[in-house]
C-alpha cells in the first residue's frame, strides 16, 4: 500500500525534528550557562525538568492515541513542544529556563508512542521493526543536524532567535500532518479506539522487566542526549567548532545502528523467532555500549574519544527499534499505552542520569568518574533484556 509510506515519511520528518529540537538544548549548553550563570549542578535540573515532564505526561498521552487517534494528539503535541521550543530562547533566568524546560517536555511527551502507534495500524507485525529502525535512525540524523544547525546559527544570530527558528519548523509539520494523515488505512479508518485497563497492564511481568530494562539503558542515551556536548568541551578539551562537528558523529553512527538493527531484528525473528531474535539483537547493543562508554573515559587523546563515543552510539541504537517492536509485539491493541510506559520509565532513567551527573561533576570535578555509572547501568540493562520474552503477549500470563 502506497500510503503507508507516505506515512512513514511524514513521521520520519517528526522524529528529526523532535530530536533536532530535544538536542539543541545541550549544543548551546555552553553557550546557556555562561550566559545565565547556571553551574554544572543546576544545569543537571535544567536537563531534568525536560524528562521529568515528558515521563509525567507520556503514559496518559500515549493513551489518548490508542483511544482517538494519533492525527488530532499529535499535532497537539508538536504544536505545543514548538511553542516552547521558541519560548526558550526568551528565558533570561535559571528558573525561567526551568519552567520551560518542563513545560516544553510536558508537550513532547507522547510523540514517540503515538509514532509507534500509528506504525501498528500502518504496517504488518514483520515489518514494524524495520519501521521503527527508520524512526529512530531518523531521530538520530536529527540529533546530528543538532549541532550542525545550532553552531552556526547561535554564532551568526545567537542561541536565543536559533530557538526560535527551530520553533517554527515544528508548526510546519503540524499543519501538513493534521492536513495528510489518516488514523489507519482504508479498511481500518473506523478501527474503535478502547480505553485501557491499567490494573490489568501493570500486573504483566514482562511489562516490569520492559520498564526496569527502559530505566536503566536510559542512562546512555541520556548522557548523549544531555551531557556529551558538555563533556566533550569541558571534560575531554573540546573547542566549541570541534564539540560542533564530533557531537554530530555518535548521532550518524546511531542512525545507521537503527537501520541496521531494525532490518536485523526482524530477520533474526524471522529465522529464530520472536524470543531469541528480539533478545539477541537488544542485548548485543546494550552490552556493545557499556563497554564502549567505559573504554572511552580511560584515554585522553581526541580521535580515540570520538571513535569510541560514535561507535559506542551506533551499536547502541541496534537495540533501540527492537525494543519498540517488544511493545507492538507484546502490547496489540495496547501498543500506544505499552511503549508509553516504557518511555516513561526511560524518561525518569535520563532523570536520574542528568541530576545525578551534574552532582558528581560539581563534587568531583571530574566528567570521567560518572560515565562509569552510566556504563555499569546500561550493562544492568543487558542483563534485563535477556529475560525479556516478546512471544509472549500481554493477553499471557507469564
Known amino acids: 500500500m502506497k500510503k503507508r509510506y ?36 543546576r544545569w543537571g535540573w535544567v536537563l531534568g525538568a525536560f524528562l521529568l515532564a515528558y515521563g509525567l505526561f507520556e503514559v496518559p498521552t500515549g493513551a489518548m492515541g490508542d483511544r482517538w487517534g494519533a492525527r488530532g494528539v499529535l499535532m497537539r503535541i508538536v504544536l505545543w513542544w514548538s ?30 508512542p503515538n509514532i509507534a502507534g500509528a506504525l501498528g495500524h500502518w504496517f504488518p507485525a514483520g515489518e514494524r521493526a524495520r519501521a521503527q529502525g527508520f524512526i529512530w535512525a531518523a531521530s538520530r540524523f ?57 490494573r ?22 541520556w548522557f548523549y ?6 563533556y566533550l568541551m569541558k571534560g575531554a578539551g573540546f573547542s566549541e567548532r570541534e564539540m560542533g562537528l564530533f557531537t554530530a558523529l555518535p548521532f550518524l553512527m546511531g542512525a545507521a545502528g537503527n537501520l541496521a538493527g531494525g532490518f536485523l531484528s526482524d530477520v533474526l525473528v524471522g529465522k529464530l523467532g520472536l524470543k531469541t531474535g528480539r533478545r539477541l539483537m537488544g542485548c548485543a547493543g546494550l552490552l556493545g555500549e557499556g563497554v564502549l562508554l567505559a573504554s572511552m573515559t580511560l584515554t585522553h587523546n581526541h580521535a580515540a574519544i570520538v571513535a569510541l563515543s560514535s561507535i559506542g552510539f551506533g551499536i547502541a541504537d541496534l537495540m533501540l527499534p527492537t525494543a519498540w517492536a517488544v511493545c507492538l509485539d507484546i502490547g496489540g491493541h495496547r501498543s500506544g499505552a505499552v ?6 520509565a526511560g524518561q525518569a532513567g535520563g532523570f536520574v542520569c542528568s541530576i545525578m551527573f551534574g552532582y558528581l561533576v560539581k563534587a568531583t570535578n571530574n566528567y570521567q568518574q560518572p560515565v562509569w555509572i552510566v556504563a555499569g547501568m546500561v550493562l544492568l540493562a543487558a542483563v534485563l533484556f535477556s529475560r525479556i520474552d516478546a512471544s509472549r503477549p500481554l493477553e499471557e500470563r507469564v
Not at 530562547?89 to 525561567?96: C, D, I, K, L, S
Not at 542526549?225 to 558538555?230: D, E, K, L, Q, T
Open 6 to 41: 507516505g506515512v512513514l515519511l511524514l513521521l520520519v520528518s517528526l522524529a528529526i525534528i523532535t530530536f533536532l529540537d530535544r538536542i539543541s538544548i545541550s549544543v548551546a549548553a555552553p553557550r546557556i550557562q555562561e550566559e545565565l550563570n547556571i553551574p554544572p549542578d
Open 83 to 112: 511553542a516552547f521550543t521558541a519560548l526558550t530562547g526568551v528565558a533570561r533566568t535559571f528558573p525561567v529556563m526551568l519552567v520551560t524546560r518542563f513545560l516544553f517536555g510536558a508537550g513532547e511527551a507522547g510523540a514517540y
Open 142 to 198: 536529527g540529533g546530528a543536524l543538532a549541532p550542525l544547525i545550532v553552531v552556526p546559527l547561535q554564532a551568526s544570530i545567537g542561541w536565543r532567535a536559533a530557538f526560535g527558528v527551530l520553533g517554527v519548523l515544528g508548526a510546519i509539520w503540524a499543519i501538513c500532518w493534521y492536513a495528510w494523515y489518516q488514523d489507519g488505512p482504508a479498511d481500518r479508518a473506523l478501527a474503535v479506539h478502547v480505553p485501557v485497563d491499567w
Open 200 to 221: 490489568e497492564l501493570l500486573s504483566h511481568r514482562q511489562l516490569w522487566l520492559i520498564i526496569a530494562m527502559y530505566f536503566f539503558q536510559a542512562f546512555g542515551s
Open 225 to 230: 542526549f544531555g551531557w556529551f556536548p558538555v
Open 339 to 344: 511503549t508509553g510506559i516504557m518511555n516513561t
